[in-house]
């Protein structure tokens, strides 16, 4: 099994090097949302894995700032109004959702003599970060390299476990937080959030051939049928994210939780694998990352 999870993976990995993201299917709405149409059409019947067209959860995303940088917070939502005010977000998102082409980010290295903004991120996360060779790509790649520049500052990528970004910066060996990051009560021990930049959702991916959840057309109608399963079944999250929460439980999002077996991977790509492998019965993450997944498996059926 082993084995054929490593091959799966490089063969993710390398279609989604050429998953645009932005088929028809995907819309960028003017505050940055996105939607996609229905994974169920009889054209892709021999499609390995689907997202059910469905918003579980409605959420935001910030930036994440050093508590000690206040000038560093002020500076990053003017930022943000200035890039949502003048189009440039919705050039950037583009890229990855419409026709645009995807521009590389390059991170300098660490160096305590210049003057530098350090991002901290989790460089799995498509098409919000992620890495082609050893150049980052993603909304929020780029979004950071036009916020260092606006700084006059140099770039530096961290690149890490999702659930240890906002732990960097708290820890003061970051300045940001750029991490397709949910604003998030708990998470403000660590940093201060800006004003929020994009609004998200979490989805659930099936299998190909699963017709369990087709009839849904609400986040009720898919929880009616979740709160029938029990610790037999397993769904697959990515540590530390919405996606977790909303299947474990969280009172401070409201979210009951089922009574499932959680699994938690380092990233989307890896819990989908499983599920195609046959280990998991579900997987639940962000809905951009889920149809770049989705679709880069796909075009290898």
């Known amino acids: 099994m082993k084995k054929l999870l490593a091959t799966g993976l490089v063969v993710i990995m390398t279609a989604m090097t050429v998953c645009g993201c932005g088929s028809s299917d995907n819309t960028t709405t003017q505050n940055g949302g996105t939607g996609s149409s229905s994974s169920g059409s009889a054209s892709q019947a021999n499609q390995a894995v689907k997202v059910i067209d469905v918003d579980l959860t409605s959420e935001e995303y910030a930036f994440g700032v050093d508590k000690d940088q206040p000038e560093l917070l002020k500076a990053a939502n003017d930022f943000i109004k200035e ?16 026709d645009g082409d995807p521009t590389p980010v390059t991170s300098a ?3 305590s003599s210049k003057d530098q903004l350090l991002v901290a991120t989790n460089a799995a996360f498509e098409p919000y970060e992620y890495t082609k060779g050893e150049d980052y790509y ?14 006059g500052k140099e770039l530096v990528i961290q690149n890490m476990d999702f659930d240890a970004v906002c732990l960097s910066v708290g820890q003061h060996k970051s300045d940001v937080a750029m991490a397709g990051l949910t604003v998030k009560e708990d998470r403000e021990k660590y940093v201060t959030f800006t004003d929020p930049y994009y609004n998200a959702a979490q989805k659930l991916i099936v299998k190909g051939d699963s017709t369990e959840f087709d009839s849904c057309k609400d986040a009720a109608a898919v929880e009616k049928i979740l709160k029938t399963k029990d610790k037999s079944v397993t769904i697959g999250v990515q540590n530390g994210t919405t996606g977790q929460f909303y299947c474990e439980g969280d009172k401070d999002w409201g979210f009951e939780g089922y009574n499932v077996t959680t699994t938690g991977y380092k990233n989307g790509s890896l819990a989908v694998q499983d599920l195609v492998n046959g280990n998991i019965d579900y997987v639940v993450i962000d809905s951009a990352p889920a149809k770049c997944i989705t679709d880069a498996i796909n075009k290898m059926q």
């Open 83 to 98: 890039i949502k005010d003048n189009g440039k977000f919705e050039v950037i998102c583009n890229k990855y959702f419409g």
């Open 109 to 111: 290295k660490l160096d």
């Open 138 to 151: 993603g909304i929020d790649m780029e979004v950071a390299k036009a916020f260092a520049d606006k700084l």
